[in-house]
């Protein structure tokens, strides 16, 4: 294995031990959590694996516009979609731990001036959002989740 093989290990077993440490503080607390997600809307996103098939549970960000649920495959602005992302389009199959609530859903991108509607609102409200958007060349995906 070469240096560079180790670091990106490292790098993939700190996010790992990061994603955990959320999890397990959303489930604690009724899906709240403190740290860089103090006071934002969290949700864990349940995906299916594009090669493994295995379950992956992944917290983050949502926007709730009237009901509907929005997720952001920001990645912090890399200029690499995130491994979630890629797992939806394989598999678009989900379920979402909302708070207390558990429910089964579609994953379905939103395109166009939808898209961009969503993604301003969230960045309005995040501006992290918009920092992460300037950072890449991407077009960062938006995603609904509808209920089954």
């Known amino acids: 294995m070469s240096n560079n093989d180790a670091a990106n290990n490292d790098a993939v077993r700190a996010v790992q031990d990061w994603n955990a440490t959320i ?5 604690a607390n009724g899906g709240r959590v403190g740290g860089n997600f103090e006071g934002a809307p969290v ?6 694996g594009a090669k493994s098939g295995i379950e992956r549970v992944n ?3 949502y926007l709730d516009e009237d009901g509907r649920i929005y997720v952001f495959a920001s990645k912090a602005g890399a200029d690499t979609h995130p491994d979630w ?7 678009p199959q989900v379920s979402v731990e909302l708070g207390a609530e558990h429910f089964t859903g579609v994953a379905n991108n939103v395109v166009g001036p939808e898209r961009s509607r ?5 960045a309005e409200r995040f501006p992290g959002f918009a920092e992460y958007q300037e950072k890449t060349t991407r077009v ?3 995603i609904e989740l509808v209920r089954s």
Do not use: D, G, S, W
């Open 59 to 61: 917290p983050m960000m």
């Open 118 to 122: 969503v993604y301003a609102k969230q």
């Open 140 to 142: 960062i995906p938006v």
């Open 85 to 91: 992302y890629h797992n939806l389009l394989a598999n």
């Open 43 to 48: 949700l864990l996103l349940h995906t299916t």
């Open 23 to 27: 999890i397990e503080e959303f489930r």
